[in-house]
């Protein structure tokens, strides 16, 4: 088999009700991690190192906070491609809801063309809500070593990431099977409907793995990279995670900044507290404000004497001074996107 | 299209006054707060400007210099009509020459400057720390009618000795023009930035057929003040620093560091862009304690930074101690290692139980890749 031989096809068409505050701008793919990533960046490297070409996305609504983050593919080198690259393919939910029949025929069709167009011998097919950085170039041997005709992927934990590789006539058959039964699934059902009459093999993805099914559980997987243990485990034990690089100042800390295990990206501003917490961009901590065991999203504005504590900060919030925010470990407090809470207003869970 | 004015960024230098932080890098290329080069400042200030062509004329070590600069991507100049265009020397019929001097370098690169044939030429040098608007420069070139205008800034008289000094008329025009004068008549010193009109200043290199033309403090402004030229002084109020000693160069960094430094890297209307790489967010301990610092992505630290810049990727460990210091990308401080008033190299090793100490008037140096403590 060549370097090249897989094509990839993402599905971020996954939902969830938890989640809904977060996701009804962006699909669980778009959600940021560690303070600098996005979901979508670790199943985008992973194919990146394994020399895949062309990658096809299927989005539910209009894409765009996945248009913006993905671009061309630069930052992982799709663009250079002579052959091959980003291939896009949105409001999946609009299609769908024109009617099984014609919507999913029609998302039949256009997985069938992007496979036929990348000419290679294998399709790795992968939902989004899943972290972990698997080396598909194992995964590869693997499956050829097997002589079976799907490799799933499971964590140590048995827990079945929804990534599968098979070979690309053996997709083309499951999918004229799905038209002439009629049925109508996502890709990735599609396989693990049709996987009961094949050979299948299991590879078994080791190092730090985080399925993202609801708020909790978007929170954990972000507290989990304050463990050095996990933060080494998911970016260095594998291939690199890449994403799309900004253009920031470094992060400035302040005489009155206290920061304790913490993960913060660039152009931050901290002249108060953070504990346990995670910043992404552009967030500014002022004087005497306490933020602890909370993941603040970009361009968050936290107020003099603040206090917030278990809690997501979504993209652009600002907290005016002496606000309260409180969550508990059990019960999260998410403030939504833009939202402005007022000078020493409390929000409590 | 025909352009109004590009840019020739001057990048040649060696900066040997910088010791082992220039040995196998040019002067332009050294780090600097944190992720940043030197150069940054005059390639950001061009794509703020404008001004989307841009010459960089490299001579000494120009690898890492090179490889910086790329396409001018990082500046947003890689588009249909822009670029950036690294320009080295090279053998012709004439035979091979290295750059004699500032004019030298731009008569040499003729060829790309006619190929864009601009009205007007920037030239700029790559080793200062400052932002400026150019197209404000060029109004005030055009509104003057001149052939020539330099950017100048005033000096503490005391200082002025050092410097290139224009004396001027009341109407900002050059009379006249002093190297490093030993009684100087006033305090407004050579930036080192010019705009010509290019006509004029190509005929004049042309028609220079004894090769006398090598710089344009020395040879070239004399010149069109003696051919009564319209030579005028655009007069620069902000902050502007020649970096080209270690103390200065530290002294920089330190000021960068102040939260109200008139640089005001943060300013979004006027960024300053670098070639960004892929990293990690930093890692804060649980141990660290961190003040009064610059920290940037891929840092993970463990032991204590006060007043100090941390570059992309450096690794402090616990108990390790870092006060009033620039630290450059990819280093490693071990465990109670002690750094005060230093500078420490791209790459460099500081083993764990080291000390690294300098004073404020003599800054310790550590070079790139350099290995400090441990066992050899």
């Given at each position: 088999m060549r370097k090249n031989?897989?094509?990839?096809?993402?599905?971020?068409?996954?939902?969830?009700?938890?989640?809904?505050?977060?996701?009804?701008?962006?699909?669980?793919?778009?959600?940021?991690?560690?303070?600098?990533?996005?979901?979508?960046?670790?199943?985008?490297?992973?194919?990146?190192?394994?020399?895949?070409?062309?990658?096809?996305?299927?989005?539910?609504?209009?894409?765009?906070?996945?248009?913006?983050?993905?671009?061309?593919?630069?930052?992982?080198?799709?663009?250079?491609?002579?052959?091959?690259?980003?291939?896009?393919?949105?409001?999946?939910?609009?299609?769908?809801?024109?009617?099984?029949?014609?919507?999913?025929?029609?998302?039949?069709?256009?997985?069938?063309?992007?496979?036929?167009?990348?000419?290679v011998g294998y399709v790795f097919i992968s939902g989004s809500k899943v972290i972990a950085n698997v080396n598909l170039e194992d995964v590869k041997q693997e499956h050829i070593e097997s002589g079976c005709d799907i490799t799933q992927i499971f964590d140590e934990g048995h827990r079945n990431l929804n990534k599968y590789l098979l070979s690309t006539p053996k997709l083309y058959e499951m999918i004229s099977l799905a038209v002439k039964e009629k049925l109508f699934v996502e890709v990735d059902e599609l396989i693990r409907h049709y996987s009961a009459k094949e050979t299948v093999n299991t590879y078994i993805h080791l190092g730090y793995t985080a399925i993202i099914n609801d708020l909790s559980d978007?929170?954990?997987?972000?507290?989990?990279?304050?463990?050095?243990?996990?933060?080494?485990?998911?970016?260095?034990?594998?291939?690199?995670?890449?994403?799309?690089?900004?253009?920031?100042?470094?992060?400035?800390?302040?005489?009155?900044?206290?920061?304790?295990?913490?993960?913060?990206?660039?152009?931050?501003?901290?002249?108060?507290?953070?504990?346990?917490?995670?910043?992404?961009?552009?967030?500014?901590?002022?004087?005497?404000?306490?933020?602890?065991?909370?993941?603040?999203?970009?361009?968050?504005?936290?107020?003099?004497?603040?206090?917030?504590?278990?809690?997501?900060?979504?993209?652009?919030?600002?907290?005016?001074?002496?606000?309260v925010i409180k969550g508990t470990p059990d019960n999260i407090l998410l403030i939504t996107k833009n939202d402005i809470i007022g000078e020493n207003e409390e929000r409590r869970v | 299209m025909k352009k109004e004015m590009i840019a020739m960024i001057l990048a040649g230098g060696q900066g040997t006054r910088l010791g082992k932080l220039t040995a196998h890098i040019a002067k332009p290329a050294v780090p600097f707060g944190g992720r940043y080069r030197i150069i940054d400042f005059a390639m950001s200030n061009c794509a703020n400007s404008d001004i989307d062509n841009v010459g960089v004329i490299t001579q000494y070590q120009p690898l890492s210099l090179n490889e910086h600069i790329g396409s001018g991507k990082a500046w947003g100049m890689e588009g249909r009509y822009g670029g950036a265009t690294i320009l080295q020397p090279y053998s012709s019929s004439k035979g091979t020459q290295f750059f004699a001097g500032t004019a030298h370098a731009i008569v040499q690169n003729i060829d790309y400057i006619d190929q864009l044939n601009p009205e007007y030429i920037l030239i700029l040098s790559g080793d200062h720390i400052y932002k400026m608007n150019y197209q404000k420069m060029l109004e005030f070139h055009k509104a003057n009618n001149a052939s020539l205008t330099v950017a100048v800034i005033p000096v503490p008289l005391e200082e002025a000795s050092r410097f290139g000094i224009m004396n001027t008329d009341s109407d900002s025009r050059i009379i006249e023009f002093e190297e490093k004068p030993k009684e100087p008549k006033s305090n407004l010193a050579s930036m080192g930035i010019y705009i010509f009109d290019w006509k004029k200043l190509r005929q004049l290199l042309l028609n220079d057929?004894?090769?006398?033309?090598?710089?344009?403090?020395?040879?070239?402004?004399?010149?069109?003040?003696?051919?009564?030229?319209?030579?005028?002084?655009?007069?620069?109020?902000?902050?502007?620093?020649?970096?080209?000693?270690?103390?200065?160069?530290?002294?920089?960094?330190?000021?960068?560091?102040?939260?109200?430094?008139?640089?005001?890297?943060?300013?979004?209307?006027?960024?300053?862009?670098?070639?960004?790489?892929?990293?990690?967010?930093?890692?804060?301990?649980?141990?660290?304690?961190?003040?009064?610092?610059?920290?940037?992505?891929?840092?993970?630290?463990?032991?204590?930074?006060?007043?100090?810049?941390?570059?992309?990727?450096?690794?402090?460990?616990?108990?390790?101690?870092?006060?009033?210091?620039?630290?450059?990308?990819?280093?490693?401080?071990?465990?109670?290692?002690?750094?005060?008033?230093?500078?420490?190299?791209?790459?460099?090793?500081?083993?764990?139980?080291?000390?690294?100490?300098?004073?404020?008037?003599?800054?310790?140096?550590?070079?790139?890749?350099?290995?400090?403590?441990?066992?050899?």
């Open positions: 031989d897989i094509c990839a096809v993402l599905s971020l068409t996954e939902q969830s009700d938890s989640l809904r505050a977060l996701t009804l701008k962006r699909p669980i793919a778009a959600l940021p991690f560690a303070s600098r990533f996005r979901i979508i960046d670790f199943p985008l490297s992973s194919v990146s190192e394994a020399g895949v070409k062309s990658v096809a996305l299927f989005i539910g609504k209009s894409g765009r906070s996945i248009y913006d983050h993905v671009r061309s593919g630069s930052s992982w080198g799709f663009d250079s491609h002579v052959n091959g690259g980003i291939f896009t393919f949105s409001q999946q939910f609009y299609k769908y809801s024109l009617g099984e029949e014609v919507g999913y025929e029609d998302f039949y069709e256009d997985l069938i063309e992007f496979v036929k167009r990348s000419h978007y929170f954990y997987a972000n507290m989990d990279m304050l463990d050095s243990q996990k933060f080494k485990s998911l970016f260095y034990a594998s291939n690199p995670v890449v994403t799309k690089t900004r253009n920031g100042a470094p992060s400035f800390f302040t005489d009155d900044a206290i920061v304790l295990n913490s993960l913060i990206a660039t152009d931050c501003v901290v002249r108060g507290h953070v504990e346990r917490s995670l910043l992404s961009r552009r967030v500014e901590v002022e004087k005497d404000a306490h933020v602890k065991n909370t993941i603040i999203l970009q361009g968050c504005h936290i107020g003099k004497g603040a206090s917030i504590e278990y809690a997501i900060l979504d993209k652009g919030v600002q907290v005016g001074k002496g606000a | 057929e004894q090769g006398e033309m090598e710089d344009f403090g020395k040879n070239v402004i004399p010149q069109y003040l003696i051919n009564h030229e319209n030579v005028f002084a655009y007069r620069f109020n902000g902050y502007w620093k020649d970096v080209g000693t270690i103390e200065s160069l530290w002294e920089a960094n330190m000021e960068f560091l102040e939260e109200n430094h008139e640089l005001n890297i943060r300013d979004r209307e006027w960024r300053i862009f670098s070639n960004n790489i892929n990293a990690l967010p930093h890692f804060i301990g649980e141990h660290a304690k961190v003040k009064n610092a610059m920290i940037s992505d891929g840092c993970i630290i463990e032991g204590n930074v006060n007043h100090s810049i941390l570059s992309n990727n450096v690794t402090i460990s616990e108990g390790a101690t870092v006060n009033n210091s620039l630290i450059m990308g990819n280093v490693k401080i071990g465990k109670n290692v002690v750094i005060d008033y230093a500078i420490i190299g791209e790459n460099a090793v500081i083993s764990d139980n080291a000390r690294v100490v300098g004073t404020q008037s003599n800054i310790a140096v550590i070079g790139y890749d350099e290995k400090i403590g441990g066992l050899n």
